[in-house]
């Protein structure tokens, strides 16, 4: 008979079993003492390469007054898709949207689209079986909304695509068209 000694006490006593789990070892500390630490946000840019959204994709734009659309549509996340309520608001070639409607000027946008990278805008309540969904397509990705209505989705989709034709590369000034003057 072979009894296994090593897990026994040599007092008689069994031993706790280690634990074979890795301990937590904080990283040093790469900010001085003292000094706030990197916002969560930062330092997961850093860890995964992404960049910062510079602030320039506003260019200026002054989103708080006078859009030319704005309204509330519900989006689908970009690396998690569930769907969120934001308001959007279409200014000068630029499709911002936020998290409430009280938008002023010290508002920041959760996001901007620049409509003239947009290739296609278009009805999708076929492909997400969703009503009043649809669709804004460019060259690499394809963005989903929802409106809350027939009429606002195609109040939108009007909205987007003459601002498309108003700011793509391949129309001048003289070849765009209002169509809305001529109703």
């Not at 390469?49 to 320039?56: D, N, S």
């Not at 690396?79 to 969120?84: F, G, L, M, S």
């Not at 394809?142 to 009007?158: L, Q, R, V």
Request: net charge positive.
């Amino acid at each position: 008979m072979c009894v296994n000694l090593t897990a026994f006490h040599p007092a008689g006593l069994p031993l706790r079993r280690q634990s074979r789990r890795k301990r937590f070892v904080p990283p040093a500390r790469s900010y001085p003492i003292g000094s706030p630490r990197p916002p969560m946000a930062s330092l997961w840019r850093a860890a995964t390469g992404f960049a910062a959204k510079p602030e320039a994709d506003y260019d200026g734009v002054e989103f708080w007054s006078n859009p030319e659309r704005a309204g509330w549509l519900t989006k689908q996340g970009e690396y998690i898709k569930t769907w969120r309520r934001r308001w959007f608001v279409l200014k000068q070639g630029k499709l911002f949207w936020f998290k409430d409607s009280a938008v002023t000027r010290a508002s920041r946008p959760r996001g901007v689209i620049p409509v003239a990278s947009c290739l296609t805008v278009k009805g999708a309540e076929d492909i997400l079986n969703k009503q009043y969904a649809f669709e804004l397509s460019t060259r690499s990705d394809t963005m989903y909304f929802i409106a809350d209505s027939e009429k606002e989705k195609e109040d939108w989709i009007n909205s987007i695509g003459r601002s498309i034709v108003q700011h793509s590369r391949s129309v001048t000034d003289s070849e765009v068209v209002d169509y809305d003057s001529k109703r």
